[in-house]
């Protein structure tokens, strides 16, 4: 007997429901999309990649496809809400028979003429079967019903799942919490119908608590997710385009004046060798280091050149360490003096650590340090000169700008820096600007400080 002529009998227990039973196999909205200009529809499980089906809708003409793929979802939901401990293969297998039947009814392959008998029934939207339901109850529920909604932390998920492996530890932990303050911001919003008014709705709310470029940062760890759902079928359209901010991004964060690098130095020297406080400071100061750079140094990557010349080895060989991009590994040379630091103390310390079998130069964690350079350190060092912005990557504008100042080149610049590829200053371990030119270069620029003049 033909599918099409099958009114499969309604259980009691469907009919005496308000809301059919709860599916096994959730159901995920419809997927429609074009190849070689003809429509298909596919149809998968709720939160899979894998368990999919398409299948031709004989068109390529859009009003054709939407109302055939009307149709063929009816006869699915039909069967589905008569089988609701259906299997997704049982699913799938229907899903195709229905199709098969239904194209090989039209004979001469107009698709209009093949579903447009299915359009003359009166029997409403299961294309000719029996509607489960009673007179003036609620209509049998579509697919996008049975499915959940398919939320941002949903989306997370499956994202991470996919392209989770292709990101450094350091990064994938970042994301995961970006993806997690955007999932509570957006709450239970079904990002199938998401609307353009929904995601500016979401930059506001954003924008409440955050400086614009973390705000911009959510946004773009939005838009990655948003853009791989489109391309895998779990939502038809984005409209995040254009969505960052564009005003107040300018930097808060203030560079010292020389006087005030002199300063904290001075500041750290009066805390006692053993302390690592001391030489975050230090550290931060003469390398222009970013703070979780110098938080993970260990003690291997304190490296003294058949030159002689000691420099600190900035990368993410060992457990837990991470820098910003590759172009961030560098070797950046220790200045003896500049500013007062004193070299020989920090070389002291280093053997300390190794006596003590500890391989991290550090005593604190990155966060505790950050809030005891900014919220302790900084103020009690500048005292009455110091104001809004100086934190401890102000260290890292201040030889920015003291190098701009007295002429730097780029290249050298961008050695010390880490901002470009091509410039790292290793003698052994790449090509770039020799690391005795940097050094030489470094005591040129801290001789003219107030410190060492």
């Known amino acids: ?30 997927y429609h999309y074009r190849r070689n200009g003809i429509y298909y529809m596919r149809l998968r499980t709720t939160g899979s990649t894998t368990e999919a089906a398409a299948v031709s809708l004989k068109t390529s003409n859009r009003r054709d496809a939407l109302d055939a793929s009307e149709q063929l979802s009816g006869f699915v939901r039909a069967f589905h809400l008569e089988n609701p401990e259906a299997s997704w293969s049982k699913l799938k297998e229907h899903f195709r028979r229905v199709s098969v039947e239904l ?18 029934s009166d029997s409403g939207p299961t294309g000719g079967l029996t509607n489960p339901l009673k007179p003036g109850e609620n209509s049998p529920v579509s697919l996008s019903v049975l499915a959940p909604a398919m939320t941002f932390e949903i989306l997370s998920g499956l994202y991470l799942a996919d392209r989770g492996q292709d990101q450094k530890t350091s990064t994938l932990k970042e994301t995961k919490i ?8 957006l709450g239970e919003l079904d990002m199938r119908t998401h609307s353009r008014a929904d995601l500016v709705a979401l930059r506001d709310r954003l924008s409440e608590s955050r400086m614009p470029s973390t705000v911009n940062k959510l946004l773009v760890k939005l838009s990655a997710v948003l853009a791989w759902a ?4 779990h939502i038809s359209k984005s409209y ?26 001075t500041y750290s020297n009066t805390l006692p060798e053993t302390s690592w406080k001391r030489w975050l400071l230090s550290l931060g100061a003469i390398t222009g280091g970013r703070l979780n750079e110098i938080s993970q140094l260990t003690v ?14 900035i990368n993410e060989q060992g457990e837990g360490k991470s820098i910003k991009n590759k172009r961030s590994e560098r070797l950046v040379p220790l200045t003896d003096g500049a500013y007062g630091f004193d070299l020989a103390a920090f070389l002291r310390y280093v053997e300390a650590c190794k006596i003590s079998k500890s391989e991290s130069l550090a005593q604190i964690g990155y966060k505790t340090a950050g809030d ?77 400080s107030p410190e060492n003049r």
């Not at 007997?1 to 419809?30: D, G, I, W, Y």
């Not at 102000?394 to 050695?415: C, D, E, I, N």
């Open 372 to 448: 005891w350079a900014n919220q302790q350190a900084i103020p009690a060092a500048l005292g009455e000169s110091f104001g809004p912005g100086l934190v401890f990557h102000s260290l890292r504008h201040s030889l920015a700008s003291l190098m701009q100042a007295k002429g730097v080149p780029t290249t050298h610049a961008q050695a010390v820096m880490g901002h470009a590829s091509g410039t790292i200053t290793f003698d052994v371990y790449g090509s770039g600007v020799p690391v005795e030119t940097i050094a030489e270069m470094l005591c040129g620029l801290f001789d003219g």
């Open 240 to 265: 995040d385009k254009k969505l960052k901010l564009t005003k107040g991004l300018e930097s808060r964060r203030k560079a010292f004046t020389q006087d005030q690098v002199g300063k904290l130095v």
């Open 103 to 120: 194209f090989e009814s039209g004979r001469d392959g107009d698709v209009t003429q093949v579903w447009g008998g299915l359009h003359d």
């Open 1 to 30: 007997m033909s599918l099409l002529e099958v009114q499969p009998a309604v259980t009691s227990t469907v009919t005496n429901l308000a809301f059919p039973l709860r599916p096994t196999t959730r159901l995920a909205k419809p």
């Open 230 to 233: 489109v391309d895998n079928g």
């Open 300 to 313: 291997s990557d304190v490296q003294t050149l058949a030159s002689g010349i000691t420099a600190i080895h």
């Open 178 to 185: 970006c993806h997690g303050t955007i999932s509570t911001a």
